[in-house]
Each structure stands twice: as structure tokens, then as C-alpha cells.
């Protein structure tokens, strides 16, 4: 099984502030690595696909890269609604596998 | 506008059985796969099962590998997941979600549901 690796597991942040977490995949996984934001009480987000693409509707300070094993996702100014869980899904084969989630606080 | 409900959690003792639903309206079903995923509280998410278009091909975590079965019914827009031998580790709202899928950008999960909690105890 493909294994995601996902840093950090929590962070503090303030508004304004430039965000970055980071995935690891445990072998190539192209760029099948996709991008959810998480809220207490509320269904997953998708954020972004393809490792690059910006869901529609998604705001642009959102963006992902990279593409192999490491994968970014940075949030270029963080708004008050974005402190939530970030969870990374590789689904380069049949068996998917999200990273452990970070949770901006 | 995509629109998907689950149904069907509750307590249910270990060993036992659930069958969990999800409708979906707002598009046309049968033009996706559909996928089930877990987060069981305080934990992180957990992909279960995705099934494709017709129903004739499904997928499983390992942790839920013959215990667990996904199906559809196209006609009324419909997926489940016959839950077996449940166990206090399944503990976890369900959600199911749209499963989009593209040869050269892989897949992904456009539209979830809110949820339904399973709660395994004795």
C-alpha cells in the first residue's frame, strides 16, 4: 500500500499568514494527489485535484504542487474561515490513502 | 445542484450488521463512480470503497475487506455499504461522496454527503 506522509500535524497561524503543509507519498505517485479541507461538523471540501488544479469555486489564495512523492498545498493568505483540517488523497492505484491531516489553529 | 444524503447509522453491537444508504440527486448518477469514506472520532479520514459506473467493478481498504460490501442501484440513484462484523474500531460518520474520474488527472471527490454515524458498542 502506497503510505502518505503529511507534516505538519498542527500549526498556528494568524490571519494573513502564508501557509504551507506538505505530503510525502511512499513511492511515484504521479500527480493523483488531491486536496481536502475538513470542519467540525461539516462535509470534506475538495480543494484541489491533480495535485495543481483549483476546484471551481475554491478561492485562488488556495494552491497545490509537486508531483512524484513530495506535494504542497499553500494557502498564500490565511482568512479566518480557512483555520480547519487539511488532509492530502493519493489515488494513484485502486487502494487510496489520505495523509494523517493538519489541523490550522 | 449535486445534492447527496446518507442514512441508515446508529448503534449497533459488535459482531452485528448496518446497512448504510446514500441517495443522490441534482445529476446523472450512473455518469459516476461513488465512494465511501470514514473519520472516526478525533481521527483522520479513511477511504473505504469506491464502485464504478454500472456497479460491475468495486474497490476495498484493507481494513474492511470482506467484512464490507458496496453496491448501487441506478435506478434509484442509490449506493450502500452492508456493513458485517462490525467492531468498535468502525466507530466513524460515513460520508459518501461523488467520485470523478479523467485518464490523465486520476480521480478525485467533488460532492459529499454530511454524513451518518455508525457507533459500535455493546
Known amino acids: 500500500d502506497i503510505q502518505m506522509t503529511q507534516s505538519p500535524s498542527s500549526l498556528s497561524a494568524s490571519v494573513g499568514d502564508r501557509v504551507t503543509i506538505t505530503c510525502r507519498a511512499s513511492q511515484s505517485i504521479s500527480r493523483f494527489l488531491n486536496w481536502y479541507q475538513v470542519k467540525p461538523g461539516k462535509a470534506p471540501k475538495l480543494l484541489i485535484y491533480a495535485a495543481s488544479i483549483l476546484q471551481n469555486g475554491v478561492p485562488s489564495r488556495f494552491s497545490g504542487s509537486g508531483s512524484g512523492t513530495d506535494f504542497t498545498l499553500t494557502i498564500t493568505s490565511l482568512q479566518s474561515e480557512d483555520f480547519a483540517s487539511y488532509y492530502c488523497l493519493q489515488t494513484y492505484n485502486n487502494l487510496w490513502t489520505f495523509g494523517q491531516g493538519t489541523k490550522v489553529e | 445542484q449535486v445534492q447527496l444524503v446518507e442514512s441508515g447509522g446508529g448503534l449497533v453491537k459488535p459482531g452485528g450488521s448496518l446497512r448504510l444508504s446514500c441517495a443522490a440527486s441534482?445529476?446523472?448518477?450512473?455518469?459516476?463512480?461513488m465512494t465511501w469514506i470514514r473519520q472516526a472520532p478525533g481521527k483522520g479520514l479513511e477511504w473505504i470503497s469506491y464502485?464504478?459506473?454500472?456497479?460491475?467493478?468495486?474497490s476495498y481498504a484493507d481494513s474492511v475487506k470482506d467484512r464490507f460490501s458496496i453496491s448501487r442501484d441506478n435506478a434509484k440513484n442509490s449506493i450502500y455499504l452492508q456493513m458485517n462484523s462490525l467492531r468498535a474500531e468502525d466507530t466513524a460518520i460515513y460520508y459518501c461522496?461523488?467520485?470523478?474520474?479523467?485518464?490523465?488527472?486520476?480521480?478525485?471527490?467533488?460532492?459529499w454527503g454530511p454524513g451518518t454515524l455508525v457507533t459500535v458498542s455493546s
Open positions: 464502485i464504478t459506473y454500472s456497479g460491475t467493478e468495486m
Open positions: 461522496a461523488r467520485h470523478r474520474r479523467e485518464l490523465t488527472r486520476g480521480d478525485w471527490l467533488d460532492s
Open positions: 441534482g445529476f446523472t448518477f450512473s455518469d459516476f463512480y
